[in-house]
């Protein structure tokens, strides 16, 4: 038997990047998969063909996850294409990068909104599902920049370490009901997105990783596998680094 058969899992942001990693794992381990996307109508369809080869129920939603009633009409919409959800995976987030001194009101408030109001929607409206089934794991997705901070990005390293304290306290919160919410916190994923940037540039952030090399997609989905498993049913409210050593 496969680790997650049987289980729903919605992962927000899934087309591209770390969520479709996370989305290949979970369906090669038997999970059905609800997964959303903002705009990318192409790939979210692509990848939802490639993961029905794995044998798996699969559906992407177009869906805006910082909206709270898009995010109540989403959850009712898989409860009645799925019938139940095991796990959510909050991965959606933007950056909108610049000094605080350049930092817009508009730039701040949308990082947030799209990074950590997002998850208070999507854990709100899955609550009640999973507080029903009496189980439940709930994955946020921070990120090393909300455990140490970053220059030019107190938006976005705002918005990570919300999550960490807003999970903390769900964990507190539900932990009577069998539901278990934690984070993981990535460093640098080479991904889609950082194959644009110079390599020099990647050379140097790969040198300053105790392991020497960027992280893969699959490094964080393999941890969310371990989470969305009974693997770690006595694991909750801890915040996972996955980043090679970079702050040791």
Not at 91 to 103: E, H, P, Q, Y
Not at 119 to 136: D, E, I, Y
Not at 141 to 146: A, L, T
Request: glycine share 10%; net charge positive; aromatic share 6%.
């Amino acid at each position: 038997m496969k680790l997650l058969e049987g289980n729903t899992a919605i992962i927000t942001g899934a087309s591209r990047g770390i969520g479709s990693g996370i989305a290949r794992v979970f369906a090669k381990n038997g999970a059905n998969i609800a997964f959303t996307f903002s705009s990318s109508s192409g790939p979210a369809k692509l990848l939802e063909n490639e993961l029905k080869e794995y044998g798996v129920k699969v559906k992407s939603y177009q869906s805006d996850a910082s909206k709270f009633d898009s995010a109540q009409k989403l959850i009712s919409n898989i409860i009645d294409d799925f019938g139940q959800i095991n796990t959510l995976v909050n991965n959606a987030g933007i950056t909108k990068d610049n000094l605080l001194m350049r930092m817009s009101e508009e730039d701040f408030d949308r990082v947030i909104e799209v990074n950590l109001k997002s998850v208070f929607n999507m854990t709100k409206a899955v609550q009640r599902t999973m507080l029903k089934q009496r189980s439940g794991s709930i994955i946020n997705m921070s990120s090393v920049v909300g455990v140490k901070g970053n220059a030019g990005q107190t938006n976005y390293a705002a918005s990570k370490a919300g999550i960490i304290g807003f999970s903390k306290s769900v964990a507190l919160e539900l932990g009577s009901r069998n539901i278990r919410c934690n984070v993981i916190a990535p460093g640098f994923i080479e991904t889609e997105m950082t194959a644009k940037l110079d390599i020099s540039t990647v050379e140097e952030w790969r040198k300053g990783i105790p392991l020497k090399r960027g992280g893969r997609p699959e490094d964080i989905a393999n941890v969310c596998m371990f989470l969305a498993s009974d693997l770690s049913s006595y694991v909750t409210g801890q915040t996972i680094h996955v980043y090679g050593g970079m702050l040791t």
